[in-house]
């Protein structure tokens, strides 16, 4: 299995990459049929091996019934030798293709469960922070993990399933010559037995989707709390957001509960009605001996044929149910698969000049080529809204639509139907800002004319939302590995993040563990900052990128950073005087508008809004 996993290419084609088969999103039975699709060679490879598999089920009971007919009763140890041999025999064909069964079905479980990441994951590349926009952080999560495990348990069963059906066709045939009226018995179980419990499943799939829809909020509300941990316990909110997350983990576990009843229910059902088919069996054979149209060997046969059809009627049970998970999952995946970035590619694109004005329109702000441009707000949004528009990014004005209760029939479809409806606005307004003149110009050309691609490569924004990855430092500092030794180290000096580098065994092959959690929060932003430095664009927007560091480090960092990018386009957001003296030009907000602009000591001295917000801000920290 050397080619293990397949390569998903989906969504988002890197540089000599072949595209895959893009997901049939029209519907989530259609979705599931792809993810059929792309395993059919694993799946009826499985099926085949799955149908030898079954032979000890199949010709097993038939073997036996011979060898009491024609060996025990006929008082013949020839012949007994010879039926029980081929028994054997018939039981090491099952056993060596029931290895390479489990084989399959674990491999097409693998595959459907980890195809599923990849394209979660590519899809979220595609997307990038339009993503979070659009759909829940949990529902993505979600459909990453327990959904795609759900369609792993479809593809295993799938196979399973065929193999058994086969195995039934088999043993129909083989009592219908034996006894036409015990094999129409045997034949009509498993219909009979299904159909009974069919009228459980719509139930079950309602009861699903609640516990799915509850789940996914619940995952929401852990991320959230995760990652705004810190200020929860600084304003002391954590008891009141672990009170909610409390009350959704109980509705959560009700939900599944109720489905869990559903679910036993059919399994109850199914085991009942199993037992009174083998009872009713017993009986009816038992008098055909009696009457002599069977053998004693051939009820026996028939009673291991009885035993053997639970084993298919189980399977069948379980494709439903796993059927009904997986088509609740569908919903879910086809929903967040189905995103399309805003992004288009410009009729007429137009290349970014080498250096110019950065201005956007909207707020009048200008940052001036080779210069260090400070931006200064009382109201920091202001400041990171802008500092989105001068990257093109979207701004989060708004959370994407919430996770809906399904209460009802009635209730559900609406609900759902409320939430697509938002999901599309959304969407298609984000489109429509896309498509226009984005407001914002470099060197005279509106960024919203030039391939996005070339925008990222030129203008590079670091924010505090900026994470880092599990790996080494060196993978968080350069992580696309072109960088000298000298280089790395000049921007890890830069941020002044040495102390990171001396406190990881291995230096540069230290390991960090995803999103940095055993650094400081000081530290964690003084490596995004490296990272941001050791890029080198022409032009860098960081928005707080002290925030969370002493006024010490903070001031080395500014004049160090002065330094480092001396003669490039540099634009900080930040109201701490350690930076403003390091400046060479400063820009007051206000309400969205540039209001005063000059040097921080004129700013300081001839207005009296810079001086409230950045005096208020000196006596704040002490200087």
């Known amino acids: 299995m050397h080619n293990f996993p397949p390569a998903v290419s989906v969504f ?56 009491v007919d024609r060996g025990i009763l006929a008082n013949s140890t020839e012949a007994l030798l010879q039926w029980t041999g081929l028994l054997l025999v018939v039981t090491i064909i099952g056993a060596v293709f029931g290895i390479a069964m489990h084989t399959l079905v674990v491999r097409s479980w693998l595959i459907a469960l980890y195809g599923t990441v990849s394209m979660v994951t590519r899809k979220a590349v595609q997307l990038g922070h339009v993503l979070p926009r659009r759909t829940p952080t949990g529902e993505v999560l979600s459909v990453a993990s327990s959904d795609s495990d759900e369609f792993g348990g479809l593809t295993e069963v799938v196979a ?12 129909a045939a083989i009592v219908l010559l034996t006894s036409p009226t015990l094999g129409l018995m045997v034949l009509a179980a498993a219909p009979v037995l299904v159909g009974v ?42 008891s009141t957001f672990g009170r909610n997350y409390a009350r959704q983990s109980q509705l959560t576990r009700q939900a599944g509960v109720s489905a869990g009843v559903w679910q036993a229910a059919i399994e109850a059902v199914g085991v009942l009605l199993s037992g009174c088919f083998l009872v009713l069996l017993m009986y009816a ?22 035993l053997f059809m639970v084993g298919p009627i189980r399977t069948f049970f379980e494709f439903a149910q796993k059927l009904t998970r997986a088509l609740v999952s569908a919903k879910k995946a086809v929903a967040v698969l189905e995103l399309t970035p805003p992004w288009r590619q410009p009729t007429d694109p137009v290349s970014l000049p080498h250096d110019g004005d950065l201005v956007d329109e909207s707020s009048g702000f200008v940052a001036r080529p080779g210069k260090l441009t400070v931006v200064v707000s009382a109201v920091p949004e202001s400041s990171a809204a802008l500092a989105d528009r ?92 072109q960088l000298t030794r000298e280089q790395a180290e000049e921007a890890l000096r830069t941020a002044a993040a040495e102390d990171v ?16 959690r055993g ?77 005063a602009e000059g040097r921080h000591e004129e700013l300081l001295t001839d ?15 002490g200087v």
């Open 607 to 621: 207005d009296p809004d810079y001086r409230d917000v950045v005096v208020r801000t000196m006596e704040d920290v």
């Open 501 to 516: 580098y001396d406190a990881l065994p291995g230096g540069w092959a230290g390991e960090l563990d995803e999103q940095g």
């Open 285 to 306: 054979g038992t008098r055909a001996v009696d009457s002599g149209e069977l053998t004693v060997g051939e009820l026996v046969s028939f009673l291991g044929y009885g």
């Open 390 to 481: 001068l990257g093109r990014w979207f701004t989060v004005e708004e959370e994407p639509p919430p996770l809906l209760e399904t209460t009802g029939r009635r209730w559900g479809r609406q609900a759902r139907a409320e939430r697509r409806e938002r999901r599309e606005l959304m969407a298609a307004r984000d489109a429509a800002r896309a498509a226009e003149p984005w407001g914002v110009t470099y060197g005279g050309v509106d960024l919203g004319t030039v391939p996005l691609d070339d925008v990222r490569r030129t203008i590079l924004v670091s924010d505090s939302n900026s994470r880092l990855f599990a790996g080494t430092l060196q993978d968080a500092v350069d992580p696309h590995h």
């Open 160 to 171: 399973r399933a065929l193999s058994q059906f086969v195995a039934y066709l088999t043993v």
């Open 519 to 595: 650094l400081s929060g000081g530290q964690r932003q003084r490596v995004v900052l490296a990272r941001a430095l050791a890029a080198d664009p022409r032009v860098l927007v960081l928005v707080e990128p002290t925030s969370a560091v002493d006024a010490h480090t903070e001031a080395r960092i500014a004049e160090r950073l002065a330094e480092h990018r001396r003669g490039k386009t540099t634009v900080v957001t930040t109201v701490s005087p350690l930076w403003l003296h390091h400046a060479d030009h400063v820009v007051l907000l206000s309400g969205g508008r540039v209001v």
């Open 197 to 238: 419990a069919l009228p459980l499943l719509r139930p079950l799939h309602s009861r699903q989707q609640t516990e799915r829809t509850r789940n996914s909020t619940l995952t929401s509300m852990a991320t959230d709390i995760v990652a705004g941990l810190r200020i929860l316990r600084g304003i002391g909110g954590e």
């Open 12 to 67: 988002h084609t890197l540089p000599g990459e072949t595209p895959t088969p893009t997901p049939d999103l029209r519907s989530p039975s259609r979705f599931l049929l792809w993810l059929m699709r792309q395993q059919a060679p694993v799946i009826a490879s499985a099926t085949l091996v799955g149908i030898l598999w079954q032979m000890p089920m199949t010709v097993g009971p038939w073997l036996v019934g011979r060898a």
